[in-house]
């Protein structure tokens, strides 16, 4: 997620830099595996595909920030239905796993039609909400 409430400091250093830190460490815990990468607000892009280069994925990922995507608010659709169209496209025989990361302020499509997608075709998601019950400011 990189719509502007990610920059909210209610998590040190901010929402947006915890998860960058948090990702590098589960690179890390599997050393083995292929990561790709889809950031999202409004609209999705893949910065990332799927790959097993680690180093390239830290360094798209110390990229980050949340003017990289257009304006508006964050929707999980556009986000979900292209991780789904990446994961489906690649080895059937490999196993998958989405991880979606946002700090859960939702304001648009919110991907139904690729969570049905993901079920059908056993791929699990896991969802990692990032912030206080309190919130905080956006600088």
């Known amino acids: ?8 400091r209610d998590v040190q250093p901010s929402r947006l830099e ?3 830190f948090e990702l590098d460490k589960v690179l890390t815990a599997f050393p083995d595996d292929r990561f790709g990468l889809v950031v999202f607000a409004a609209e999705a892009s893949l910065p990332c595909p799927l790959t097993s280069d680690h180093g390239a994925l830290r360094l798209f990922l110390e990229s980050l920030n949340t003017g990289q995507i257009g304006a508006g608010g964050t929707a999980f659709g556009p986000a979900l239905g292209l991780a789904t169209q990446k994961a489906l496209a690649s080895a059937a025989n490999q196993s998958k796993a989405l991880l979606l990361v946002s700090d859960g302020e939702h304001f648009g499509d919110d991907g139904r039609e690729a969570l049905r997608l993901l079920q059908r075709n056993k791929i699990p ?3 990692l909400g990032v912030g206080t019950r309190a919130g905080g400011g956006i600088q």
């Open 1 to 8: 997620d990189l719509s502007r409430s990610m920059d909210a």
């Open 18 to 20: 915890k998860v960058k």
């Open 125 to 127: 998601i896991r969802a």
